[in-house]
């Protein structure tokens, strides 16, 4: 895909990228690729979803769905600290040679997918298989490390691409290694990124090497948490039966600023990882809320530029 294409896709009327790309992802799955706009990261993907909806694609088989927290009980075991970083993925605190090998493959793929000249500073692995707390939920936090300002000075745009075009590659491959899911990110050199496990690929070094640490997770709290973010969902469904479409998109925004701002300081405190603001993100995680409201501001965007015959 040509990066000028991108620039013009995204330009128009001063649509906000998300927007956009929502659209452009409705296009995408109802009609097939060929119908998805001219620079958008859906057009020409191999791949026909026609008849699927997000969730059906976002959501791997047998997730569970609908987002109700009482529909689900807290999977106190999926946050466990383990004495050993998984098996399956290190020998002796190194990574396993023949993943090492590739997950170098699945980034250069990617990259070289991008029909724009791209440097790769590096390929991170990070997350809880970076960690003592991974679990059967864990997914393969494959993180490509560029230069923006390389690309383009306007960083932010080169974020939008990259965004779009590893959104697209997320839904459109089911790649798992010893069965835990591939998850792409393109991060810039500068951004901050905070955990407590992060391990170089390229140079086969740990860049934050992790520790085994148990500290009490607070359920409680974090489980209050998220309840208060399901009950605001729920207001906000409410607010979309009742047509009442530019409150729902500006309360989705509201309430999504409100859980980056709540697992970033979870992240920020002396708990880390185990805060009970991070482990509230992870119960609406996986519990389908964070979907959801995605599903939901599509909704209100769609039925407001809607016109009856």
Known sequence: MDYTIWKNFISPLNESFGDKLQSDMDDFLKKGSK???????????NYNF????????????????????????VDKAGFEVHDEL????????????????????IAQDF???LDIPVEIEDITLTGSLANYNWSKYSDVDLHIIVDFSKIDED????KSFFDGVRMRWNIIHDIKIKGYDVEIYVEDTGEEHISTG??????DEWIVEPKVTRKDIDFETAKKKAEDIEDRYKRLSKMLSDEKYDQTLSGVDRVKQKIRDMR???????MMEFSAENIAFKILRRAKILDDLSKLKYDAYDKSMTMDD
């Open 155 to 158: 960083t932010k745009l080169v």
């Open 264 to 270: 970033s300081a979870g992240l920020e405190s002396d």
């Open 86 to 105: 998984e098996p399956q993925i290190w020998e002796d605190e190194k990574l396993n040679p023949e993943i090492s090998q590739r997950l170098k493959q």
């Open 35 to 45: 119908k998805a706009s001219r620079g958008s990261p859906f057009r020409g993907a």
């Open 111 to 113: 990259v070289d997918g």
């Open 198 to 203: 992060i391990y170089s690929i390229l140079n």
């Open 50 to 73: 026609k008849g699927k909806n997000r969730n059906q694609v976002s959501a791997p088989p047998g997730a569970a769905g609908g987002g109700a927290l009482e529909e689900i009980d």
